[in-house]
């Protein structure tokens, strides 16, 4: 429910010299909607996404490209991630890049408080290092090389050779914190969410945490190390501050009491950093830990894991420029379960979009608006005493914008689009059921029309403002449609479910399809 407070959510950042595929699309539309949605409720909603600029793995590409560091990631972030926010109608409040100022400053005054404080210490470091993860690796996702790499060993995420790194760098107590994660992991049940991701982050703190390396001196491409600057400090610390640094840590003490602490949205992969060093980073500076931590699924291609390296990426404006962003957006939020790993198919994506769109969601707008044009000169009607069928109509929208609340505060955005569905399957069942088309014919049902096609007009409105977090551009034209006051983001998302607010004598317009069909060569 709603608590007038603050929503702070984020995406994880993205490295920038992978170009955006679809992978990247889901997190950014699931972070997008869920903060549509909570701000179209009347929380203090804050969303944050951005791209991971340091480390080595960027040094290299640029050095292949023929250009500095900063060159090379100025015209990826220009040419391909602020492009993908557009794409994908992603209304983000700020976008954070780890190579402004405001972040690399704000960086260095937590790294050196959590020095002052004695939790940073010197050592020396050797272990297998991947540079496309940026991580030493745990023997876990250590594997035996082989065709062109046997003899070597790998990453068992990218599937290439490790590189063994022998440095002096300085070291992050973590281990001092495995009791403080089990104690949080155990208070705060819902901290790590789905409870698959709960369960891998409880078993990997209790099989023991080693203190973490949080620098590197065997390149410069970084932030400074504010207390020697032959070493620049790990991408990974560097990244998981961005979420402080992005809303004031170090210098706007307001803007970050009314945004921290924030909820995290990030891929699986990712988990541990964000579940166990990111919390153990915080509770170290003093600062109070995330909301929490949602690990979603991979998108399987062909049942592989997205990914351009082994060119199973696909860029969202191969769907988008065919479907449209909101087919996108609807697609891959109620296709996959949140939280789960799930497949993507061409096939699967047109027959959605054919029968629950365009059939659908689509077709009970047009032919609701078009007879109301037709037997009402384009003026909603009145409706008359309800039946038992119509309030049947109204309770279902009233449980389904319960429920779908529910869903989205418990990061379930798949189960509060099927909630939401059921209005359009009980409406078409409805208009199917009462024939309004046979009514029109008999000037004595002239009420029982009017009653029917303003249940339709209703429903069409409480759906376009549940559905607007979801599909921002549809629910736009068919509010406008349908002639409801107001702009459609200003409705209380809450208030969706409450019957009777699209007025009578209202003026409806003429709808083209909202899903027009799609002719697909192969």
Known sequence: ????????????????????????????????????????????????????EHGQKMLRAATANG?????????????????????????????????????????????????DSGYIYAGEYE???CVGCEEFKPEAEIVDGTGPFEGLKVCAIHSKPLELLQEKNYFFKLSEFQDRLLELYKTQPDFVRPDSARNEVVSFVRSGLKDLSISRSAFDWGIRVPWDDSHVIYVWVD????????????????????????YHVVGKDILRFHAVIWPAMLMAAGLEVPKGIFAHGWLLVGGEKMSK????????????????SDAYRYYFLSAIAFGQDGSFSWEDLSARYQAELANGFGNLASRTVAMIGRYFDGVVPTAGEPTEIDLRVQRTVAEAATAADAAMTAFRPDEAIAAIWRIVDDLNGYITENEPWALAKDEAKRERLSTVL???????????????????????TLWDALGAPG??????????????????????????PLFPRVEQTA
Do not use: C
């Open 454 to 476: 303003y249940t339709a007009a209703e429903g069409l409105r409480a759906l376009a403002v549940l559905l607007s977090p979801v599909m921002p551009q549809s629910t736009a």
């Open 1 to 52: 429910m709603t608590s007038g407070g603050s929503f702070y959510i984020t995406t994880p950042i993205y490295y920038p010299s992978d170009l955006p595929h679809i992978g990247h699309g889901y997190t950014s539309v699931a972070v997008d909607t869920l903060a549509r949605w909570h701000r179209q409720s009347g929380d203090d909603t804050w969303m944050l996404t951005g791209t991971d």
């Open 309 to 324: 390296s082994k060119l199973t990426g696909i860029a969202p404006t191969e769907i988008t420029d065919v479907f449209g």
């Open 239 to 262: 990244a998981l501050l961005n979420y402080a640094t992005a809303v004031g840590y170090g210098d706007d003490p307001e803007q970050f009491e009314r945004r921290w602490p924030a």
């Open 487 to 512: 702009e459609l983001t200003a409705q209380p998302l809450r208030e969706a479910g409450t019957w009777s607010q699209l007025p009578a004598g209202s003026r409806v317009k003429t709808l083209a």
């Open 67 to 115: 250009v500095t560091p900063q060159e090379w990631v100025d015209k990826l972030v220009e040419e391909s991630w602020f492009p993908l926010l557009r794409t994908l109608d992603v209304a983000n409040d700020d976008f954070i890049r780890t190579t402004q100022p405001r972040h690399e400053e704000r960086v260095k005054t937590f790294v050196q408080a959590l020095y």
């Open 127 to 129: 272990a297998l290092y």
